[in-house]
């Protein structure tokens, strides 16, 4: 089954009356539990493209299919509840709560779903990311990669189906960002969750299902 569809997906947006083709008539499907990786130089149109396929922003024309359910016309309430379903993100900035401690971040998503066993989730995705100690720590007190690693236990925490991480290692250093890449490889190959991960790294996209290379919001190649 394909678990995402994009079909002729353009996006533009008008800047001092001139219109800029972001997109332009992308068509993609994933397969449940297939690990893709998107890659194109920057300005390509890689994050405009995740937004569309998780419905965190609307295509200009085209449709976009989440398990064969038409998302594209969908209300800004039920794309953020089927998005609180079914879908975790992990992005290049971590988008951390300041206010939050690192286990708080973490059981944030299961604390609106309502999900009683929130802080036990929390606590065992806290000791599988080797952050045991820094449980009580609020964001401004971790480090870039013990940030990213929090930001990747809340995204798992409501075990999505998909997985949107875009470009996760882009602020750390290259021990923490192998780090970070494993422990996403590690979940898809437990978890069979769908991957869909942008990345320069070539050596990663090696080990991916499918890689789609964008230029100037085209899909180039596909291997
Ligand atoms: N809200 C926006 N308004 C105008 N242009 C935008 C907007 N968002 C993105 N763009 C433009 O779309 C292009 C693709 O952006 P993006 O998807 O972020 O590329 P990438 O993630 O590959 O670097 C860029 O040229 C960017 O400037
Ligand atoms: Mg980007």
Redesign the pocket.
Same mark, same amino acid.
């Given at each position: 089954m394909n678990i995402i569809n994009a079909k002729q997906v353009t996006?533009t947006?008008?800047?001092d009356h001139r219109e800029?083709r972001?997109?332009d008539s992308v068509s993609l499907s994933v397969s449940q539990s297939e690990f893709l990786v998107v890659q194109?130089? @920057?300005?390509?149109?890689?994050?405009?493209?995740? @937004?569309l396929l998780s419905g965190l922003d609307k295509p200009t024309s085209g449709r976009v299919f989440l398990k064969e359910r038409d998302i594209t016309d969908k209300s800004e309430d039920d794309l953020a509840q089927l998005r609180k379903d079914m879908i975790g993100f992990v992005f290049q900035s971590f988008h951390l709560i300041p206010s939050l401690t690192a286990l708080e971040n973490i059981m944030f998503p299961a604390e609106l779903k309502r999900d009683p066993a929130a802080r036990e989730k929390a606590i065992k995705l806290l000791q599988r990311m080797g952050l045991d100690k820094r449980s009580g720590n609020f964001p401004h007190q971790l480090s870039g990669g013990e940030m990213q690693r929090v930001a990747m236990a809340r995204a798992l925490i409501n075990s999505p189906e998909i997985i949107f991480a875009?470009?996760p290692t882009g602020n750390l250093d290259s021990a923490n960002g192998r780090a970070i890449l494993e422990l996403l490889l590690e979940n898809q190959k437990i978890s069979r969750t769908t991957l869909v991960l942008?990345t320069h790294s070539n050596a990663i996209a090696k080990m991916a299902d499918r890689m789609i290379v964008?230029q100037d919001?085209r899909i180039t190649s596909e291997q």
């Amino acid at each position: 089954m394909n678990i995402i569809n994009a079909k002729q997906v353009t996006k533009t947006y008008t800047v001092d009356h001139r219109e800029i083709r972001v997109l332009d008539s992308v068509s993609l499907s994933v397969s449940q539990s297939e690990f893709l990786v998107v890659q194109g130089s @920057s300005g390509s149109g890689k994050t405009t493209l995740l @937004s569309l396929l998780s419905g965190l922003d609307k295509p200009t024309s085209g449709r976009v299919f989440l398990k064969e359910r038409d998302i594209t016309d969908k209300s800004e309430d039920d794309l953020a509840q089927l998005r609180k379903d079914m879908i975790g993100f992990v992005f290049q900035s971590f988008h951390l709560i300041p206010s939050l401690t690192a286990l708080e971040n973490i059981m944030f998503p299961a604390e609106l779903k309502r999900d009683p066993a929130a802080r036990e989730k929390a606590i065992k995705l806290l000791q599988r990311m080797g952050l045991d100690k820094r449980s009580g720590n609020f964001p401004h007190q971790l480090s870039g990669g013990e940030m990213q690693r929090v930001a990747m236990a809340r995204a798992l925490i409501n075990s999505p189906e998909i997985i949107f991480a875009d470009e996760p290692t882009g602020n750390l250093d290259s021990a923490n960002g192998r780090a970070i890449l494993e422990l996403l490889l590690e979940n898809q190959k437990i978890s069979r969750t769908t991957l869909v991960l942008v990345t320069h790294s070539n050596a990663i996209a090696k080990m991916a299902d499918r890689m789609i290379v964008l230029q100037d919001g085209r899909i180039t190649s596909e291997q």
